[in-house]
């Protein structure tokens, strides 16, 4: 067969991207050598629907087996007791608890999406908010951080049948303990999505929502360094916490009503060359070699944030507990969006997204923020010391923004920082 020159070349040139810019965007990373491996597989010819051991189609021995070691190896990973890989994204995990927890209309409460929360928490023109409907929570305006008392007061009130613990771009650790106890005061599910924190939390570094939590779901790339795709999970004591029943009166464990909503519920056949590629990176996040990534990169994001606050830029909440900032520039720069520093540093080879900010006064497409985060470069090896130099071309290049020469030599200069921090030959 011929090879499709058009889209290798097209590749090749990600590929190129990728080696020689810094990666900056706090949901991405660089996966393994054997975790492409893994999704390149001839596992992507097989069709699986079902779980291990109940497919409906045969010759699923071997994914079985895969998909199994993924299972087994996630739940060593986080300490549950039930876990589902199947999940094609993170949003497709959120969809599902919330297609076994809610029925339409019912009233939910995530963080406000412009303070930092997700899509799939509540956005009007995604799922969550077409068939559900959300009220949201918000951060302290002088804090940055999740105001609790209002949490509980408006929870009080609109008495959300599921609280959402989870964000996007939000910078500090979660409360779980508070926020199961009001839940608890409502008779509410408590859900966690730790798309972002996963890996500082599968390591120790954060709070651990496995404790308060009925059900977290999580992404399985950003800090977990593993392919796209979703996860769901559960704790050992949130099993059938409320005694559910089906309509014939017989009880069903929450984990069976989870793999329903899953398959068939949201979707037909798993991605087995996915799934495989998971059961690599969870191996991978057993090590110890991980854990002292994680704290490398918790303890970069610490120091390029405080880079930033000594460089006179507004840090949101004033600093960070994981692995990103959000940065609002309106205290240095209030006539520059966000916008026009991502496309700026896209030139030279510096890759941010711009994102808003806490009370923002632009819109999603303008925003007067930007998100950073360190997972990606702290995998290529770069340490504390280079957090300040980062922070420091970042700000050349938006205090001369209209300059093209700077951008010019800004480049060349990442690039050649860059080669220094080699990946993997792709």
């Known amino acids: 067969m011929k090879r499709d020159n058009l889209v290798f070349e097209i590749i090749q040139k990600e590929a190129d991207r990728q080696k020689y810019g810094i990666e900056l965007i706090a949901s991405e990373n660089f996966v393994s050598e054997q975790v492409l491996q893994a999704m390149g597989s001839v596992m992507t010819n097989k069709y699986a629907e079902g779980y291990p051991g109940k497919r409906y189609y045969g010759g699923c021995q071997n994914v079985d087996e ?4 993924a299972i087994d190896r996630l739940k060593q990973l986080f300490g549950a007791e039930w876990v589902n890989v199947q999940p094609h994204s993170g949003a497709q995990a959120n969809m599902a608890v919330f297609l076994t927890l809610l029925k339409p209309g019912d009233v939910f409460m995530g963080l406000d999406l412009s303070h930092g929360g997700h899509l799939s928490h509540g956005s009007p023109v995604n799922s969550s908010g077409i068939l ?6 918000k951060v302290g305006e ?13 929870a009080l009130v609109e008495k959300p049948k ?6 996007s771009a939000y910078s500090r650790d979660w409360d779980y303990k508070r926020m199961r106890e009001i839940a608890d005061k409502i008779g509410a599910w408590l859900m966690a999505d730790i798309a972002h924190p996963a890996g500082l939390i599968a390591t120790g570094l954060l709070n651990d929502p496995l404790k308060y939590c009925h059900v977290v779901t999580s992404t399985t790339h950003k800090t977990l360094r593993g392919p796209r795709g979703g996860i769901i999970m559960m704790g050992k004591d949130f099993d059938n916490p409320f005694g559910k029943t089906t309509p014939k009166g017989a009880v069903r464990s929450m984990s069976s009503l989870f793999d329903s909503a899953v ?3 949201i979707q037909g056949g798993p991605l087995e060359h996915v799934i495989a590629a998971k059961a690599v990176a969870f191996g991978e996040a057993l090590s110890e070699e991980y854990k002292n990534y994680m704290i490398r990169v918790k303890n970069n994001a610490a120091v390029l944030a405080n880079s930033f606050v000594d460089l006179g830029y507004h ?3 004033g600093g960070t507990d994981n692995h990103l ?13 966000g916008r026009k520093v991502e496309d700026t540093l896209v030139k030279a080879d510096i890759t941010v997204n711009k994102n808003m900010v806490p009370f923002d006064s632009r819109s999603p497409f303008q925003t007067s923020g930007l998100r950073i985060g360190t997972p990606a470069i702290t995998t290529r090896g770069m340490k504390e010391e280079h957090m300040p130099l980062i922070a420091g071309l970042i700000d050349q290049l938006i205090s001369d923004i209209e300059n093209e020469e700077l951008n010019l030599k800004v480049k060349k200069q990442v690039n050649e920082m860059m080669g220094e921090f080699p990946i993997f030959d792709w």
């Open 142 to 154: 002088e804090t940055g951080t999740v105001d609790y008392d209002k949490m509980e007061e408006t």
């Open 162 to 167: 599921l609280i959402l613990a989870g964000a």
């Open 263 to 265: 398959f068939p519920g």
């Open 132 to 137: 559900y409907k959300p009220i949201a929570y």
């Open 325 to 337: 900032m959000l940065i609002d520039l309106r205290t240095k720069f209030p006539e520059i969006t």
């Open 66 to 69: 895969t998909e199994q070691l």
């Open 315 to 317: 840090v949101i909440s």
